[in-house]
């Protein structure tokens, strides 16, 4: 017997926010009971795109007014700590919310001290694991045909704020969610660091995880072209080698994996309309029952940025970075101390634009 729906609340109606909104609208297991933005007028688009749920510009005033299960917020980076402080004093039961899940290490753990004590689940949305390509892989990884699996990688174009915790995210569930013990990395290029997505242009690391295998991960102007893939923010590859073969993701074009059984390659692209619906779902799943934790929950995040943020660490103090991280100073403070300000070196013709205006 479907029981009541969970009452959601939606801060924040840009890109994200509506697709987290339509999202919860389209399942029976949720009612969108409220969306706040500050933009009186972005606020009624929305409204009339969204079957006209409860509207303000004030969230803390529309949090009053719905007593609602699930507080979600999508803006900028910026904006984290503040808004996960009014979802946990909302009483909402669980706060979804968008990547990266801070700016620096000290945010991070402030808000997982915050939702910890106030026993508030937590979910961010790497929702791209759910692409059937990226499923795929997964499935040949963790079936055993690649043998021992020795290295995950991953390498994107886009810089690192804006993708490299969907890169780990995706590692780390290729390689078993295994701890990460340490990682080293280096950066190069100054251009986005004063982006929305405070970034290096470029950074490259590696990562040592528990169980003995090695992640590499890239991201921004040096990364290597995935020449299959046209579309620019697409441009990236996530994959794992084994003893006896490969799989891997395309983030725009598919999949494709050798093993013992032979080559195969199969479709699949990054789309907001598929992905979010059973992100949203297991949301549900969370909150009927406290063992169904979401794949995409907070804790996993945290393990997900600490592995950033652990390699502008390295950048910053030249050398191996040991994991869990402490509190510190914030990393792209630091980053923005000592990077040089030589131009980055691009892989690809059109990073030239991307990167070096
Ligand atoms: N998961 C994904 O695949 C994916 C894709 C794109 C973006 N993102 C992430 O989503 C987040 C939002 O991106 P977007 O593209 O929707 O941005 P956007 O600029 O389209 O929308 C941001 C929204 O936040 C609101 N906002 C800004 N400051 C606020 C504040 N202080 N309080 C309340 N609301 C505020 C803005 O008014 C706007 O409605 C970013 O963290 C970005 O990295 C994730």
Redesign the pocket.
């Known amino acids: 017997m479907p029981g009541t729906p969970y009452k959601v609340v939606v ?9 987290h909104a339509a999202a919860f609208r389209g399942n029976p297991r949720f009612e969108l009971a409220g969306i ?4 009186a007028a ?1 606020l009624a688009k929305a409204a009339a795109e969204l079957g006209s749920p409860r509207t303000s510009t004030d ?1 803390e005033a529309l949090c009053r007014e719905v007593k609602h299960d699930v507080f979600c ?7 984290r700590l ?2 996960i402080g009014m979802g946990i004093a909302s009483g909402a039961r669980l706060v979804a ?4 899940i801070a700016l620096s290490m000290n945010e991070a753990i402030e808000i997982r001290g915050h939702v910890r004590t106030a026993g508030v689940k937590t979910v961010v ?4 694991r759910y692409g059937q390509h990226y499923r795929k892989a997964q499935e040949i990884i963790a079936s055993g045909a690649l043998g021992r699996v020795h290295t995950v990688y991953a390498h994107a174009e886009g810089w690192m ?2 993708l490299m915790t ?1 890169l780990v995210d995706l590692l780390r569930w290729y390689n078993g969610d295994a701890e990460a013990e340490w990682v080293m990395a280096q950066a190069a290029g100054r251009g986005k660091l004063t982006d ?2 405070p970034s290096p242009d470029f950074i490259a690391g590696i990562i040592h995880f528990a169980n003995g295998v090695r992640g590499s991960i890239e991201c921004g102007a040096g990364a290597p072209d995935v020449p299959e893939v046209d579309y620019w923010w697409r441009k990236n590859l996530v994959g794992a080698r084994g003893t006896q073969g490969f799989a891997e993701a395309l983030t725009g074009a598919g999949w494709r994996a050798v093993t013992p059984q032979g080559v195969q390659a199969g479709e699949g692209c ?1 789309n ?1 309309d598929l ?1 979010m619906p059973p992100y949203v779902d297991q949301i549900a799943d969370w909150l009927d029952d406290d063992a169904r934790v979401h794949p995409c929950n907070g804790e996993s995040a945290h393990k997900g940025f600490e592995i950033a943020m652990g390699m502008l660490r390295s950048v910053v103090a030249r050398g191996q970075v040991a994991l869990p991280l402490g509190p510190g100073e914030p990393e792209l403070e630091a980053l923005a101390r000592v990077l040089p300000n030589t131009p980055v070196l691009v892989s690809i013709e059109e990073n030239r634009k991307q990167y070096l205006p």
Not at 36 to 39: G, I, K, L, S
Not at 73 to 79: E, I
């Open positions: 801060v924040g109606l840009g890109k994200r926010g509506r697709h706040a933005t500050r933009d972005a969230a917020f999508c803006t900028p980076p910026r904006v503040e808004l919310y968008e990547k990266p949305s790497h929702q791209h704020m804006h969907h929305n997505h990054m907001y992905d």
